[in-house]
């Protein structure tokens, strides 16, 4: 029995010496992307409290389709950081979608024809289109947005899969969701509705529903309207929320506000300009560290309002006669 032993010990040690020795062909191959969460409000990893689902993309060296990997939560290791991966030695390029990716429409765009399908060995990486779902009501002349998800976006090119030992693939993802929160304040100074009702209407139009796989843009996007997910009055002042996808300074974020009873516009600009004269976010990495925006439209008897974003005072305007 102890001779048997000795002797699974000395194999197992052959074995360990190989792959350490100058011959690393004897070392198993494995493949496992890092993710992480860093460009957020807090400063830190969130990518394990935050993300339930994770979806990658494995594209050849050419950046061909190669397969899909879905994952829940429960799949990921080290903490719900990481993923372990089948890939044989190669160079790959990785896409990944995190949040519940499996809620959007992704696929290509053929000739203006947006399609769900990705064809192993044939779909190019820069075919490849994320859509936010959508629908257009018979009374609408704008798509109405559905609420959207929350949803992050990694990419990893030309990654090295060697034929021996670990490769790890680092992604860190971006925040592609904020939810705006819109404040009126002097409401008997602007609307003619009852106070104890929602005497405004207020949503956002914007072309950011349909993004490429470098998680910019389609320059052909469809505007969409995002309506609030939330909305109260108390005293003389209404709040709303709206969940809207990513914000980038070279697409407008139109805010419109408008009396509910007879649909007089009261507001109707482009709130990003404003939103990037905040000290704190004139760039597009601190766009995308915020989770949430604070916009508060203050109304006084002369109906100028001032507009501050995240506490900040931005400028005074006049409602529309």
Same mark, same amino acid.
């Given at each position: 029995?102890?001779?048997?032993?000795?002797?699974?010990?000395?194999?197992?040690?052959?074995?360990?010496?190989?792959?350490?020795?100058?011959?690393?062909?004897?070392?198993?191959?494995?493949?496992?992307?890092?993710?992480?969460?860093?460009?957020?409000?807090?400063?830190?990893?969130?990518?394990?409290?935050?993300?339930?689902?994770?979806?990658?993309?494995?594209? /050849?060296? $050419?950046?061909? *389709?190669?397969?899909?990997?879905?994952?829940?939560? %429960?799949? +990921?290791? @080290?903490?719900?950081?990481? &993923?372990?991966?089948?890939?044989?030695?190669?160079?790959?390029?990785?896409?990944?979608?995190?949040?519940?990716?499996?809620?959007?429409?992704?696929?290509? /765009?053929? $000739?203006?024809? *947006?399609?769900?399908?990705?064809?192993?060995?044939? %779909?190019? +990486?820069? @075919?490849?289109?994320?859509? &936010?779902?959508?629908?257009?009501?018979?009374?609408?002349?704008?798509?109405?947005?559905?609420?959207?998800?929350?949803?992050?976006?990694?990419?990893?090119?030309?990654? $090295?899969?060697?034929?021996?030992?670990?490769?790890?693939?680092?992604?860190?993802?971006?925040?592609?969701?904020?939810?705006?929160?819109?404040?009126?304040?002097?409401?008997?100074?602007?609307?003619?509705?009852?106070?104890?009702?929602?005497?405004?209407?207020?949503?956002?139009?914007?072309?950011?529903?349909?993004?490429?796989?470098?998680?910019?843009?389609?320059?052909?996007?469809?505007?969409?309207?995002?309506?609030?997910?939330?909305?109260?009055?108390?005293?003389?002042?209404?709040?709303?929320?709206?969940?809207?996808?990513?914000?980038?300074?070279?697409?407008?974020?139109?805010?419109?506000?408008?009396?509910?009873?007879?649909?007089?516009?009261?507001?109707?600009?482009?709130?990003?300009?404003?939103?990037?004269?905040?000290?704190?976010?004139?760039?597009?990495?601190?766009?995308?560290?915020?989770?949430?925006?604070?916009?508060?439209?203050?109304?006084?008897?002369?109906?100028?309002?001032?507009?501050?974003?995240?506490?900040?005072?931005?400028?005074?305007?006049?409602?529309?006669?």
């Amino acid at each position: 029995m102890l001779h048997r032993f000795l002797r699974y010990i000395i194999v197992a040690f052959m074995g360990l010496t190989g792959c350490i020795a100058e011959d690393k062909q004897a070392c198993p191959t494995q493949v496992k992307v890092i993710y992480s969460y860093t460009t957020n409000q807090e400063y830190a990893d969130m990518f394990a409290s935050r993300v339930r689902q994770v979806a990658i993309y494995v594209f /050849d060296a $050419n950046e061909r *389709f190669l397969k899909l990997i879905i994952a829940n939560q %429960t799949q +990921l290791v @080290d903490d719900g950081k990481a &993923l372990k991966v089948d890939l044989p030695p190669g160079q790959y390029t990785i896409l990944s979608w995190a949040g519940l990716p499996s809620w959007y429409e992704i696929g290509t /765009d053929r $000739n203006g024809v *947006f399609s769900q399908d990705l064809t192993p060995g044939v %779909t190019h +990486l820069n @075919d490849v289109r994320m859509q &936010l779902p959508h629908q257009l009501p018979a009374n609408e002349i704008i798509p109405i947005a559905k609420e959207p998800i929350d949803l992050f976006h990694g990419l990893a090119r030309k990654v $090295n899969v060697e034929s021996y030992g670990q490769t790890l693939i680092p992604i860190d993802v971006v925040r592609n969701t904020h939810t705006i929160h819109i404040k009126v304040q002097g409401l008997s100074n602007l609307s003619s509705g009852p106070p104890n009702a929602a005497p405004l209407d207020m949503f956002l139009t914007a072309d950011n529903g349909y993004l490429y796989a470098d998680n910019t843009f389609h320059e052909r996007g469809v505007g969409l309207k995002y309506l609030p997910n939330s909305s109260f009055v108390e005293a003389d002042t209404m709040t709303t929320a709206i969940k809207t996808l990513r914000l980038m300074p070279s697409h407008p974020m139109m805010l419109t506000v408008r009396d509910a009873l007879n649909g007089q516009i009261y507001f109707h600009f482009d709130l990003l300009p404003y939103i990037m004269q905040s000290p704190l976010l004139d760039n597009q990495k601190e766009l995308d560290r915020q989770e949430q925006f604070d916009v508060v439209l203050d109304v006084n008897r002369q109906l100028v309002v001032t507009i501050y974003i995240n506490g900040w005072k931005i400028i005074t305007l006049t409602p529309q006669q």
